[in-house]
């Protein structure tokens, strides 16, 4: 059987693996629009957090494998369609990600000095549309929108001493900006409270002992909640804990001493939702956000904030909103549920639409870390592979695979780039990185990675 899967990030290879690994002669194409793959792993991932970029080695391994190839500079739905795709193999699983952001939908929110925190988040790990962005750092004061990793991400990568930065695969552009930088005090706002923050305890603990930064965590928050949380899940109960010893607990005066000198702080602020960003009196950018006081309807993590009535505003001149990523439909052939922002599917089959599957983000919605994908994509792969045995997938007609979609491609003047290609790009990154004492200096402009490999 020859399969392909669209997109080459966690759900893209980890469901390339599982078919491979389970089906001793499937061939498995993957195609990805950039011409770099790995996704979110290498896009979204911090560059502070280089353990997690380790499944790159197993993607790796499977993208060598004889029965497994890699074609990237290759936009499905633009330069093939789902339905070429479909006449050329088997079975064709969409894994495309979320490439979208959830809009706060307030007023200002295009006010310069607000950005999203996909953006963001690109522009400091060298995703090419983001290369441009150019942040204005020049305030004091930043207010990210959201409780989540991504979240505590930017407030660590906009507070850390630039030392620890230095040593990583940040971009060029993004570390010479943050050597500028004059923030040092980031507000983290979230509409629920405390019991409901979507961050772990590792990212909080990271957070909590960043050098020359002080957590401003406010005692009131945090009274009383030692109850509540008696019959949490432990994962929830300890990192509970862990801001109410923040909160609460008096600092040894050696901490105090460290406190007092840091010249940094960040805070965690609960039941506040954003109503509007204020502009600046000449009404070019922001100067704060208004936020609506909440309070909580029902408990745990199906609580949800009801406006008071109250409102406060908070000064700030960089608005981050971190309120979660969104796919997008990619193909008017496929079947999209644009509320939901997911493909229908059941187990990963499309509905209505035999031999075609999704996994990952653009099945489930954007939320879990690489494991949760990776379980995901099992599943769904566990779905193609039961469909082939099942004789659901009819195997007895030859497909063509990328032989029929490689006229399609040179058709339209569109080259693609391979695994080893992509090797040559890596290694020219890992070599300018040696150079500047770090593990890689990523190219973020797509022309010179295509100028490299001779495109």
Not at 77 to 100: C, F, M, N
Not at 145 to 166: C, E, F, M, Q, T
Not at 399 to 422: C, K, M, T, Y
């Amino acid at each position: 059987p020859r399969l392909c899967v669209v997109g080459s990030g966690p759900a893209g290879f980890y469901t390339a693996q599982h078919i491979l690994k389970h089906h001793g002669g499937a061939r498995v194409d993957i195609y990805e629009k950039l011409p770099v793959p790995f996704g979110l792993v290498r896009f979204g991932v911090a560059p502070d957090h280089p353990e997690v970029k380790n499944v790159i080695n197993s993607f790796t391994q499977t993208a060598r494998s004889e029965r497994c190839a890699y074609y990237g500079n290759v936009t499905v739905g633009r330069d093939v369609t789902v339905a070429e795709l479909r006449q050329a193999y088997h079975a064709v699983v969409l894994s495309y990600g979320a490439e979208d952001n959830r809009v706060l939908g307030i007023p200002g929110e295009n006010l310069s000095g607000v950005y999203s925190a996909r953006a963001f988040v690109g522009w400091y790990n060298g995703l090419p549309e983001n290369r441009d962005l150019k942040p204005d750092l020049s305030c004091e004061t930043a207010l990210i929108l959201g409780h989540g990793n991504v979240a505590l991400d930017i407030a660590r990568i906009l507070l850390s001493p630039l030392h620890l930065l230095r040593q990583t695969d940040i971009t060029e552009g993004s570390l010479a900006a943050l050597a500028c930088s004059k923030v040092k005090r980031v507000w983290l706002v979230g509409r629920r409270g405390p019991l409901q923050v979507a961050f772990t305890i590792k990212e909080l603990r990271e957070m909590i002992n960043l050098p020359g930064t002080r957590p401003v965590l406010n005692p009131v928050d945090f009274t009383g909640l030692e109850n509540a949380v008696k019959d949490a899940p432990r994962p929830r109960k300890r990192l509970t804990e862990l801001m109410i010893k923040t909160a609460l607990e008096k600092p040894g005066e050696k901490a105090v001493e460290v406190q007092a000198g840091a010249p940094r702080e960040w805070g965690l602020r609960f039941q506040r939702s954003p109503q509007a960003v204020l502009p600046t009196a000449d009404g070019g950018r922001a100067r704060g956000v208004r936020l609506a006081l909440t309070r909580l309807e029902g408990s745990g993590d199906s609580a949800r904030a009801v406006p008071t009535g109250d409102v406060e505003e908070l000064e700030c001149g960089l608005v981050l909103s971190s309120i979660g990523y969104r796919s997008l439909p990619l193909d008017p052939a496929v079947p999209f549920d644009t509320q939901r922002g997911v493909i229908p599917n059941s187990s990963g089959r499309v509905e209505g639409v035999p031999g075609l599957y999704c996994s990952g983000w653009v099945k489930r919605g954007p939320t879990g870390v690489i494991i949760t994908t990776m379980n995901d994509s099992f599943d769904t792969a566990q779905s193609v592979l039961e469909d082939l045995q099942a004789g659901v997938l009819d195997v007895t007609t030859s497909r063509e695979g990328f032989g029929a979609v490689e006229s399609i491609l040179h058709s339209r003047g569109v080259r693609p780039v391979s695994f080893s290609d992509w090797e040559k790009i890596d290694a020219a990154e890992v070599a300018r990185g040696k150079a500047a004492g770090k593990p890689r200096e990523k190219i973020v402009d797509p022309q010179e990675m295509l100028r490299l490999i001779g495109h």
